[in-house]
């Protein structure tokens, strides 16, 4: 198994491009077999989850052709199964939109409950809400959810919570439903309104997408269409806070500044200067960086998928700063390992307490999930001496060439089998 290992210290500096967004890509990808026509999706993140959803779509029997690294070809109109197992898909939560795409297409589908990071209890009971409230007839047994209608019949849906999968998955079935959908309270991240104008450039009927009410009239077929992914607002914001740990000066390219407002915020209020141009940010950091008060919220507000990051950065910085997490009643687990690199958090509740240390030092620290995975990255590039991090598959879920893309900012980090005992020694003698 390889693992992350790094020397901090470095100051990340240069430049950066950004991939396509994960959230967007898995809605798309699930998007892309509604219809029998080729769909051409550039800008494709090549991560974990990204292959795992491309497997389950092939085994499925759609076509599915690699053009290169960022761009697949996909074809549903050989689609044979409606079912798709737990193997495919255990790993990865968006798997789910595979149940909106199906039940829109073939009125029917039955698919594995979904994996995805361990973060806390996450429901899906809006997603069968809104199929039911569609005509469907939802049933979960031996771990699969089975979902089938006559007809899909739009309707008016009013979600409990502004749920990102519910308002993905309802607006996927809802665009073959006869009449017209309303969802109210939808979830209003870059990725619902990335969705929702890719399944209008295939002849979708879809308004309203990034505000509280989406309306969807229902249409008797899609067609194929060309589609680039937008940039992800994650990566983004992470290599942003890696370049303020650090105190870097690091452009990072390929971005939407707008999705990254909230981020921007916080930086700028512990002393971090971005500067923000069309498609790209400057990240400068030149002094300790000071506290702040945050609170995840729904889009436009602070990412929870941000966190764990932002936690990390606050760690190493001057005062003490509270972190609230309102959205998973689970999401502070790597505490302990960032406590293992002498940072001092106190979690209660869904707050944590970070008061800013003088310095962290290296450990060796394991990745509960993607995003704490990314935030033990950062204290690592921030820390005295080595750090290992284990589990980097959490990691690879969510962040293409990860170390690569630290290397070329001048980061002393690389992923090796840490038994090799060669290839630790090597890293060493390179960094030292
Ligand atoms: C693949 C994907 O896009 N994942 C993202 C998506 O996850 P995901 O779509 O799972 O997150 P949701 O927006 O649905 O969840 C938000 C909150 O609503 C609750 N809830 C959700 C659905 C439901 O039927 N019932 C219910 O109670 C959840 O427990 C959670 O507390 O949005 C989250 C919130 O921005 C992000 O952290 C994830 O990275
Ligand atoms: C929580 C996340 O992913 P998922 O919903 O796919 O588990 C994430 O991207 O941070």
């Known amino acids: 198994m390889e693992q992350y290992i790094i020397k901090g210290g470095k100051a990340l500096q240069g430049e950066v491009s950004i991939g396509g967004a994960k959230n967007a890509a898995l809605g798309i990808l699930a998007a892309a077999i509604m219809t029998d026509e080729t769909v051409t999706i550039e800008n494709l993140p090549d991560i974990r989850d990204i292959h795992v959803l491309l497997e389950a779509i092939e085994e499925i029997g759609a076509a599915v052709e690699r053009v290169d ?38 009125n029917r589908a039955q698919v594995a409950l979904p994996g995805g990071c361990n973060i806390g209890s996450r429901p899906i009971d809006q997603h069968i809400k809104g199929f039911e409230a569609l005509g469907a007839s939802v049933k979960i047994e031996h771990g699969m959810i089975q979902a089938e209608a006559k007809e899909l019949k739009g309707s008016h849906i009013y979600l409990d919570v502004a ?12 665009c073959r439903a006869n009449g017209q959908t309303i969802i109210e309270n939808a979830a209003k991240e870059p990725h619902i309104v990335d969705v929702a104008n890719f399944l209008n450039s295939m002849g979708a009927n879809i ?23 937008i940039p992800d607002q994650i990566e983004a914001g992470t290599f942003m806070l890696a370049a303020a740990a650090t105190k870097g000066n690091v452009l990072i390219k390929n971005v939407i500044p707008k999705h990254l407002e909230a981020i921007t915020a916080k930086l700028v209020e512990i002393g971090v200067t971005v500067e923000e141009f069309d498609d ?32 990390a950065v606050l760690a190493a910085s001057e005062g003490t700063s509270i972190v609230t997490e309102t959205i998973y009643e689970n999401r502070f687990k790597y505490v302990d390992e960032l406590s293992r690199m002498g940072a001092n958090i106190k979690v209660e509740g869904n707050t944590a307490i970070i008061v800013g240390v003088e310095s962290i030092t290296g450990a060796i620290v394991s990745a509960p999930d993607l995003r704490a995975g990314a935030a033990l990255v950062i204290a690592g590039l921030v ?28 980061a002393s980090m690389a992923k090796i089998d840490i038994e090799d005992e060669k290839a630790v020694q090597k890293f060493k003698l390179r960094v030292s």
């Open 207 to 229: 308004k309203g997408a990034g505000t509280d009410v989406i309306r969807i009239k229902g249409v008797s077929k899609l067609s194929g269409s060309e589609y680039n992914i």
């Open 280 to 311: 790209a940010v400057r990240v400068i950091a030149t002094e300790k960086l000071g506290h702040t008060h945050i609170k995840t919220l729904p889009y436009p507000g602070f990412p929870t998928d941000m966190q764990p990051q932002i936690t």
């Open 69 to 106: 690294k960022h761009t697949v070809k996909i074809n549903g109109k050989n689609i044979k199964s409606i079912n798709i197992d737990y193997e495919f898909i255990r790993k990865i939560r968006a798997s789910y939109y595979l149940l909106g795409a199906l039940l829109g297409k073939y």
């Open 383 to 410: 820390a005295e001496g080595f750090t290992i991090v284990e589990q980097v598959e959490y990691i690879e879920r969510g962040y293409e060439d990860f170390e690569r893309k630290m290397q070329g900012l001048g």
């Open 163 to 174: 749920s990102v999968g519910a308002t993905i998955n309802i607006m996927l079935a809802a």
